[in-house]
């Protein structure tokens, strides 16, 4: 591989199992230092945030896709958001409907700077520092927001752990279903399902960690976080060994070209 090779994931149907289960270890993990451990929302913020620095520094500075060195950024900017949001909604006392709102914001600005800069959005082929510093700030912004929304859903809504982890799911079948039965960008609906996923990693990391007077299931923040962060290594050893995440790009089958050949408009 050269050093114009994909510097992130392919988009695949692993990469979403990935991803979920990722977000689900950055909630618990967030919870664990900010709350099981006491060390509260700003202080954890800022060192996850230091993490995820030095986590994106190293990524960076790499010449090819490494599937490790992406997922430990992946985690580290869901651990980070988890806390961020926290802090912003709990510390803050801003609340969750308006800590969305701000963060949907952000979003939206972080996307339409990154689209008037480069002229697209397009995740299939990441080769450039300046694209990819943009990526990165994407998802850790919408990690964040994902985090803010499904404790909206969970805690202010009344929905409950479960009920908001169903709607969210549906929430994402319907986005697979655009994706295979119309012609909505592809680019629209990665960034759709990207930041839904992190609700529903954020819910399903409470139902597993909340007592079941809380409406949880009680296996606490120390077991859950162990537990899945175990899975998500094993999937990145799989991957590895599979090559499941070639950092490389099938012209072929590249959401862009699969635009073009569908005559879909680009965001």
Known sequence: MTSTANKVAAVTFAFWIMKICATTVGETGGDLLSMTLDVGYAASSLILIGVFF???????????????????????TSTAGTTMSDFMDRTLELGYATGSAILIGLLIAVLAV?????????????????????????????????????????DSSGLGFATSNLLIAAALAAIALAYYATSISRTGLFWAAFVLTRPFGATMGDLLTKTPDKGGLGFGTIGSTTVLLTILIVLVAWSVRAGAFSGEVDPGSSTENATKKKARAPI
């Open 54 to 76: 030095v986590a994106l520094a190293a990524q960076l500075q790499a010449k090819t896709f490494h599937p490790a060195l992406y997922w430990t950024v992946i985690l580290a």
């Open 114 to 154: 990154w689209r008037a800069t480069t002229g697209s959005l397009s995740v299939d082929h990441i080769t450039d520092k300046r694209t990819e510093v943009f990526y990165w700030t994407a998802i850790l912004v919408s990690n964040t927001l994902g985090t803010a929304v499904g404790d909206y859903l969970a």
